[in-house]
């Protein structure tokens, strides 16, 4: 089986309609849709889902996984069940969409070895906690155990419902520390948990990509093909694929090797040509692909 290649429709800055039909002209297989700004969860009805099937597969593609972006990490207490019940709106479209893969913000997965990130309440002084000004909030006593904890609990009932609506959830993820990884998933027992392979985020913080994927690659379900420079600094700065220090010569054909069989989006993140840079990363990446879609 070749590799897949998508790409998500939010990229081309248009409606959707014209974006899935802009999407076509790449030459991939399938297009990736946005349940926040594009299909919205809490709005979409049965008619107009199956207009958008619709007009997807006249453009002989296919609907290569959602996407939830949140603003806050998945385990953030601000916000936290408006932002458990889009997804779980957005965890319900897949099956209606022909597809199955949701992706969705893990944030940062906090360490359950360490006890507290901050200092407690109990060492906080009297005046201080009389002082209307002072800079403590009432989270600064959560420790990364407890953290780590809502985290495990949340995902288990997620993937319970996925059970139930034929969802399987990627985790995007804020780095790649596979201890915490390979935790994290020994603790969700309730239903099929996936990792998402972010190139750029692995770069960015400072990982091998063609390691990361070999560690884990029992557990990678997507791959967002986004590519990345380190600066001098040591942060890290998207760019488009092919332009970075991603080594896709190494990455594609391990993928395939591995036998592979999620999809693979081209993204841009940023930048003022995000379309241009896609269809170029796509243009890149089919070369190093053989018999690409057959």
Known sequence: MSLRLAVATEDFASSLKKAIGLAATCEVTGVRLNTRSEVPAA????????????????RQLQVAGLSCPTRHALHDPEYLEPRIEIIRRSMSLTQKLGTSELLIRCGRIPDPDVESEAVSAATVSIDEQANPF????????????AEFS????????????????????????AG?????????????????????LDPATAVMTGASVTTTYRDLYQ???????????????????????????????????????????????VERAGGDTRADDVRRGVSYLKTLIPNTGD
């Not at 002072?134 to 155990?145: G, K, N, Q």
């Not at 809502?150 to 993820?173: F, K, S």
Request: net charge negative; charged share 20%.
């Open 134 to 145: 002072t800079f403590a909030s009432p989270s600064a006593a959560t420790s990364p155990a």
């Open 43 to 58: 709005e979409a009805t049965e008619s107009s889902l199956r207009q958008i099937l619709l007009y997807v597969r006249e």
């Open 176 to 196: 790649y520390d596979l201890r915490l990884i390979k935790r994290l998933l020994s603790e969700v027992r309730t239903g099929p948990l996936n990792i998402v």
């Open 219 to 265: 557990h990678v379900g997507y791959t967002r093909a986004r590519d990345a420079v380190r600066d001098v600094d040591g942060a890290g700065v998207e760019v488009g694929v092919g332009d970075g220090v991603v080594d896709w010569v190494e990455l594609m054909p391990t993928l395939e090797e591995a036998d592979y069989n999620g999809w693979i989006c």
């Open 150 to 173: 809502l985290l495990c609990e949340l995902l288990n009932d997620l993937t319970q419902h996925g059970n139930h609506v034929g969802c399987v959830l990627n985790l995007q993820l």
